[in-house]
């Protein structure tokens, strides 16, 4: 399907006549927080909870109070490799990744940086979210110079699997004793994507 640059479908097409009017198509944005405020901490712990519920995907499994994802998310902001991107719908914080640059004396892996805890809340999936966020993220890394974006998911997560294959990840390998959720043993698989330079970088200065 066709999308806006917003990552969202075009508007439905009517034919003949209909009383109905086309609803509106809602707002999408990824912008990447370096600070967020209470009411912003609160969304993002909400969809994180509601993911968590819905099967996880981003580490968690059992359900999480509220506050213990708020302050999660508080000290994500203050880790120096960290990035963290969130997700808007109509304004609202419904999701977000992370991007995780290695540590300073990981100078041979330099060039590197791993995608993860990504996520959309369920009641704000199918809207083309997801596809934005990772355009996003990608745009910033090629920006800061990394060179290769590495990510792993667990087999069962169908949907991240089609939305990275599609967005270009190459898998190269499958974990198969990756994760345990409710005593079961899940494989993982791991995936790879070269980012080309962008900006001054690409020009060589
Ligand atoms: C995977 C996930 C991020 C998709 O979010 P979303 O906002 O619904 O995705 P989008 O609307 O941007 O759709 C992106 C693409 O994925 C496809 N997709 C989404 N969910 C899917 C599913 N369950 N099965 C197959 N394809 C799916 C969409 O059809 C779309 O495909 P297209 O680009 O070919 O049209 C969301 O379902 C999620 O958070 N899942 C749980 C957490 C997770 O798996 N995280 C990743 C591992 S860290």
Known sequence: MERNDRGAPPPEQHHGA?????RPQPTLAVDRA????????NELAEAA???IMDGGGFGWVKPQPRDTLARYFRGVLLVPERSLFVARLDGTIVGAAQLVRPPRNNEAQAF???LMHFFIAPYARGHGLARLLVRRVEAYAAAIGVRVLNLDVRET????????EA???????THPVYAQVG?????GHFYFKCLAPTGRRAKGS
Request: aromatic residues 8%; without cysteine.
């Open 157 to 164: 997560q169908e949907g991240a699997i089609h939305l990275f």
């Open 183 to 187: 005593g079961r043993v899940i494989a």
């Open 167 to 173: 967005a270009g990840f190459q898998r190269w390998g």
């Open 49 to 51: 909870a509601a993911a």
């Open 34 to 41: 370096q600070a967020l405020d209470e009411t912003e901490l």
């Open 112 to 114: 590197s940086a791993q």
């Open 18 to 22: 209909s009383t109905t009017p086309p």
